[in-house]
């Protein structure tokens, strides 16, 4: 059973980084790609960037370059992303979930239970 | 970046009813996929593909389209089916979703 298991949530303070993780089992995690997402309260969600399990190849939206870094340790079928800079725009809900495809069309077939962000002072 | 635009917002439907979503493309894409999701729990693949169903989901549910327009639709409304869909596309960067459909059970 494929399962994707995240950290907790996290209370930071402006101008701080943190760093989320996502913890996989039930798969080949070297085979597959990770995507993280960004859901505000009550608003749209938001692809953040991806993340080859097998040589961590990433791939990110532009509007998240410079605040979202994606990493992996494959030892562990670990993904990670850092956020920097945080402002109260990044707290959200974010989520880790894998990426498949056919024909080169990707979609998100599973996904883990999300993390609560909140900043503030 | 392709814009996906879901119709309606919000809708409310009866036991029984047909429902039908929507969501448009700004530009055409392969295929759209679909996820349901419920107060306080992460989305879930609902359908992809543009018409394939995920696993576990009833088949009262269908999706087709192409090109820019595509539609999700219930064949007969059932209490569980009251959630929140988003829309997905995946054919370029950045994957982008649709703002969503909030079905309701009247």
């Known amino acids: 059973e494929v399962q994707l298991q995240q950290s907790g949530a996290e209370l930071v303070k402006p101008g701080a980084s943190v760093k989320l993780s996502c913890k996989t089992s039930?798969?080949?995690?070297?085979?597959?790609?990770m995507s993280w997402l960004k859901q505000m309260p009550g608003q749209n969600i938001e692809w953040i960037g991806n993340i080859y399990g097998g040589n961590g190849g990433t791939g990110y939206n532009q509007k998240f370059k410079g605040k979202a870094t994606l990493t992996v340790d494959k030892s562990s079928s670990t993904a990670y992303m850092d956020l920097s800079s945080l402002t109260s725009e990044d707290s959200a809900v974010y989520f880790c979930a894998r990426d498949d495809n056919n024909h080169l069309d990707w979609y998100f077939d599973f996904w883990g239970p999300g993390t609560m962000v909140t900043v503030s002072s | 970046e392709i814009v996906l635009t879901q119709s309606p917002t919000t809708m409310a439907a009866s036991p029984g009813e047909k429902v039908t979503l929507t969501c448009r493309a700004s530009?055409?894409?392969?295929?759209m996929h679909w996820y349901q999701q419920r107060s306080g729990a992460s989305p879930k693949l609902w359908i992809y593909e543009t018409s394939k169903l995920a696993s576990g989901v009833p088949n009262r549910f269908s999706g087709s389209g192409s090109g820019t327009s595509y539609s999700l639709t219930i064949n007969s409304m059932e209490t569980e089916d009251a959630a929140t869909y988003y829309c997905?596309?995946?054919?370029?960067?950045?994957?982008?979703f649709g703002a969503g459909t909030k079905l309701e059970l009247k």
């Open positions: 530009s055409s894409v392969s295929y």
């Open positions: 997905q596309q995946g054919s370029s960067y950045p994957y982008t």
């Open positions: 039930g798969y080949t995690f070297s085979n597959y790609y």
